[in-house]
């Protein structure tokens, strides 16, 4: 008989938020597969716990090698727990490959459940938490950044996103560029810890107080786009707006549409209006070669 591969949630912040059922698999694991061991130490000796299975390590930089070995563990009969340095594995860490090798060989695939930033932040952000999208860490590079905001600018569900203290700021800048400065969003800071945070606020508003500094865990919460019908924005707005991103480095093609994502119009609205201006001043350039 084959195993079993338990994913385990562990506590964001304040260790009393441990189910009490963590306690039991990392007693009884035959091996405990952990994103941190030095961070499994610390939760291990919180729970009053020791491990009688082996402890091995599972990260990012070791995953696709070590999923094969805990595969066989798992066809040969033993029960292997997932546990990463805070929440449920798989969301934004270690554990998507391990499940996926799992299931494809007929594993048995269970969870502790356990706490969440994702959901506890949405729960406290005062935004509509009826539906809802989680998109993880947005690309490092501004150019990607952008992009990826882009390609959401329309969504009407509320958007969920991790970040790095020290990228805040650049990140709600690109929001507040991409989304609108006034469309509404939540800095969630330290989640069930002694300095928890919750800044709510347009992403104008929010982007200037993260300039000047934050620590911590971070996830950000932001309003999803508005379900009213497009812009009421006459030509001249539209082709100012392409003008802005076209001074600012963006592609002509890039820049509209862009703008036309902003209005929630088609693109080929916006393209029109750029060339009608472009014609008016006698400088027409096919788009996207400047």
């Not at 694991?29 to 729970?47: F, I, K, P, S």
């Not at 990260?59 to 805990?70: D, V, W």
């Not at 996830?219 to 100012?240: I, W």
Request: charged share 30%.
């Amino acid at each position: 008989m084959t195993g079993t591969l338990v994913l385990a949630g562990t506590p964001i912040g304040d260790i009393s938020d441990a189910p009490p059922r963590l306690a039991e698999e990392l007693a009884g694991a035959d091996v405990v597969a952990a994103e941190d061991t030095r961070r499994l130490r610390r939760l291990t000796q919180a729970l009053g716990v020791t491990p009688r299975g082996r402890v091995v390590s599972y990260f990012e930089g070791n995953e696709a090698a070590r999923t094969p070995e805990l595969v066989e563990e798992l066809t040969g009969g033993a029960r292997v727990l997932l546990v990463t340095d805070a929440g449920m594995p798989s969301v934004s860490d270690p554990g998507y490959r391990l499940v996926a090798a799992a299931v494809e060989r007929d594993v048995k695939v269970t969870a502790v459940p356990g706490p969440s930033a994702v959901l506890t932040a949405l729960a406290l952000s005062g935004l509509p938490v009826d539906r809802f999208c989680f998109e993880g860490f947005l690309p490092r590079k501004a150019g990607e950044r952008l992009g990826r905001l882009r390609e959401v600018a329309g969504e009407r569900r509320t958007l969920v996103y991790f970040e790095a203290p020290h990228r805040l700021d650049d990140t709600l800048a690109a929001m507040a560029e991409v989304f609108g400065a006034e469309r509404r969003a939540a800095v969630c800071r330290e989640l069930t810890k002694t300095y928890e945070e919750v800044r709510r606020g347009p992403l104008a508003e929010l982007a200037a107080w993260a300039a000047e500094g934050v620590r911590g865990e971070i996830t950000v919460v932001v309003e999803g786009a508005p379900e009213h019908g497009p812009e009421e924005v006459d030509a001249a707005e539209l082709v100012r707006r392409v003008r802005v991103r076209e001074e600012a480095g963006e592609r002509r093609k890039e820049a509209i549409a862009a703008v036309a994502v902003e209005a929630g119009l088609p693109k080929r609205q916006v393209f029109d209006a750029v060339v009608a201006s472009k014609n008016a001043a006698g400088d027409v350039g096919p788009p996207g070669r400047r």
